[in-house]
Protein backbone atom coordinates (compact mmCIF):
# COMPACT_ATOMS: atom_id res chain seq x y z
CA UNK A 1 0.00 0.00 0.00
CA UNK A 2 1.19 3.66 -0.81
CA UNK A 3 1.24 6.11 2.05
CA UNK A 4 -2.18 7.73 1.30
CA UNK A 5 -3.87 4.10 2.01
CA UNK A 6 -4.87 3.31 -2.02
CA UNK A 7 -2.79 0.18 -3.40
CA UNK A 8 -0.94 0.97 -6.54
CA UNK A 9 -3.20 -1.79 -8.30
CA UNK A 10 -6.26 0.20 -8.06
CA UNK A 11 -4.98 2.96 -9.89
CA UNK A 12 -4.59 1.30 -13.45
CA UNK A 13 -8.17 1.94 -14.65
CA UNK A 14 -7.71 5.54 -14.02
CA UNK A 15 -4.47 5.92 -15.54
CA UNK A 16 -6.02 3.78 -18.21
CA UNK A 17 -8.92 5.97 -18.77
CA UNK A 18 -6.63 8.89 -18.36
CA UNK A 19 -4.63 7.70 -21.26
CA UNK A 20 -7.56 7.45 -23.39
CA UNK A 21 -9.05 10.00 -22.92
CA UNK A 22 -5.58 12.09 -24.20
CA UNK A 23 -5.49 9.57 -27.32
CA UNK A 24 -9.25 10.31 -28.00
CA UNK A 25 -8.60 14.67 -27.79
CA UNK A 26 -5.50 13.64 -29.50
CA UNK A 27 -7.20 11.96 -32.61
CA UNK A 28 -9.74 14.63 -32.76
CA UNK A 29 -7.67 17.46 -33.11
CA UNK A 30 -5.20 16.33 -35.43
CA UNK A 31 -7.85 14.43 -38.10
CA UNK A 32 -10.14 17.03 -38.85
CA UNK A 33 -6.68 19.00 -41.54
CA UNK A 34 -6.70 15.34 -43.25
CA UNK A 35 -9.99 14.75 -43.37
CA UNK A 36 -11.89 17.98 -43.93
CA UNK A 37 -13.19 20.16 -47.31
CA UNK A 38 -10.57 21.22 -49.37
CA UNK A 39 -11.68 24.31 -50.72
CA UNK A 40 -9.17 25.74 -53.88
CA UNK A 41 -11.02 28.32 -54.92
CA UNK A 42 -13.37 31.05 -52.72
CA UNK A 43 -16.63 32.18 -54.73
CA UNK A 44 -18.90 34.85 -53.33
CA UNK A 45 -21.65 31.96 -53.03
CA UNK A 46 -19.60 29.70 -51.05
CA UNK A 47 -18.52 32.82 -48.73
CA UNK A 48 -22.40 33.28 -47.78
CA UNK A 49 -24.02 31.41 -45.09
CA UNK A 50 -26.71 29.19 -46.34
CA UNK A 51 -29.96 29.87 -45.10
CA UNK A 52 -32.44 27.33 -46.65
CA UNK A 53 -31.80 28.15 -49.98
CA UNK A 54 -33.58 31.84 -49.10
CA UNK A 55 -31.40 34.30 -50.19
CA UNK A 56 -30.33 36.16 -46.92
CA UNK A 57 -31.33 40.15 -46.92
CA UNK A 58 -30.42 42.96 -44.24
CA UNK A 59 -28.13 42.05 -41.49
CA UNK A 60 -27.96 39.20 -39.22
CA UNK A 61 -26.93 41.41 -36.38
CA UNK A 62 -30.03 42.34 -34.16
CA UNK A 63 -30.23 44.32 -31.00
CA UNK A 64 -32.37 42.78 -28.66
CA UNK A 65 -33.75 44.97 -25.38
CA UNK A 66 -32.86 44.52 -22.19
CA UNK A 67 -35.95 43.47 -21.17
CA UNK A 68 -35.29 40.34 -22.80
CA UNK A 69 -32.58 39.01 -20.88
CA UNK A 70 -34.69 40.37 -17.74
CA UNK A 71 -37.25 38.07 -18.49
CA UNK A 72 -34.62 35.42 -19.05
CA UNK A 73 -33.44 35.68 -15.31
CA UNK A 74 -36.48 35.98 -13.69
CA UNK A 75 -37.62 32.77 -15.72
CA UNK A 76 -34.65 30.75 -14.53
CA UNK A 77 -34.93 32.28 -10.89
CA UNK A 78 -38.54 31.35 -11.01
CA UNK A 79 -38.22 27.88 -12.74
CA UNK A 80 -35.63 27.04 -9.80
CA UNK A 81 -37.98 27.02 -7.55
CA UNK A 82 -40.20 24.35 -9.10
CA UNK A 83 -37.20 22.02 -8.48
CA UNK A 84 -36.97 22.71 -5.04
CA UNK A 85 -40.13 22.05 -4.42
CA UNK A 86 -40.83 19.03 -6.58
CA UNK A 87 -37.76 17.70 -4.62
CA UNK A 88 -39.79 19.22 -1.35
CA UNK A 89 -42.71 16.99 -2.68
CA UNK A 90 -40.87 13.25 -3.03
CA UNK A 91 -39.72 14.10 0.31
CA UNK A 92 -42.84 15.32 1.74
CA UNK A 93 -43.37 12.18 4.38
CA UNK A 94 -39.79 12.32 5.71
CA UNK A 95 -39.99 15.84 6.47
CA UNK A 96 -42.82 15.95 8.65
CA UNK A 97 -43.94 19.26 9.63
CA UNK A 98 -40.38 21.30 9.83
CA UNK A 99 -39.84 20.74 6.16
CA UNK A 100 -43.85 21.63 5.50
CA UNK A 101 -42.87 24.56 7.09
CA UNK A 102 -39.81 25.28 5.43
CA UNK A 103 -41.09 24.92 2.09
CA UNK A 104 -44.28 27.73 3.25
CA UNK A 105 -41.35 30.42 4.49
CA UNK A 106 -39.95 29.35 0.66
CA UNK A 107 -43.20 30.23 -1.15
CA UNK A 108 -43.54 32.85 0.81
CA UNK A 109 -40.09 34.45 0.20
CA UNK A 110 -41.13 34.03 -3.69
CA UNK A 111 -44.27 35.36 -3.40
CA UNK A 112 -42.90 38.48 -1.82
CA UNK A 113 -39.44 38.50 -4.68
CA UNK A 114 -42.46 38.31 -7.27
CA UNK A 115 -44.66 41.00 -5.36
CA UNK A 116 -41.04 43.16 -5.39
CA UNK A 117 -40.76 42.87 -8.89
CA UNK A 118 -44.17 43.78 -9.95
CA UNK A 119 -44.34 46.86 -7.56
CA UNK A 120 -40.90 47.90 -9.59
CA UNK A 121 -41.72 47.70 -12.51
CA UNK A 122 -39.57 44.88 -13.30
CA UNK A 123 -42.17 42.93 -15.60
CA UNK A 124 -44.01 45.65 -17.33
CA UNK A 125 -42.69 45.51 -20.66
CA UNK A 126 -44.66 48.85 -21.65
CA UNK A 127 -42.05 51.50 -22.76
CA UNK A 128 -42.11 55.31 -21.11
CA UNK A 129 -44.20 56.40 -24.24
CA UNK A 130 -46.62 53.89 -23.82
CA UNK A 131 -46.70 54.15 -20.55
CA UNK A 132 -47.82 57.94 -20.99
CA UNK A 133 -50.09 57.97 -23.38
CA UNK A 134 -51.57 54.82 -20.98
CA UNK A 135 -51.60 57.70 -18.45
CA UNK A 136 -53.16 60.86 -20.71
CA UNK A 137 -56.01 58.25 -22.04
CA UNK A 138 -57.04 56.91 -18.79
CA UNK A 139 -57.08 60.72 -17.31
Known sequence: MS???VPHTDLWPLLLYFE???VVVGTMLALPPFLGERRTRRTPATEQPYESG???VGS????FSVRFYLI????????????FIFAWAIAFR???W???IEILIFIGVLVATLVYLWRIGALDWRT???RSIEATIHQ
Do not use: M, T
Open 3 to 5: SAG
Open 20 to 22: LVL
Open 54 to 56: IVA
Open 60 to 63: SQLR
Open 72 to 83: AIFFVIFDLEAV
Open 94 to 96: ESG
Open 98 to 100: PGY
Open 128 to 130: PRQ
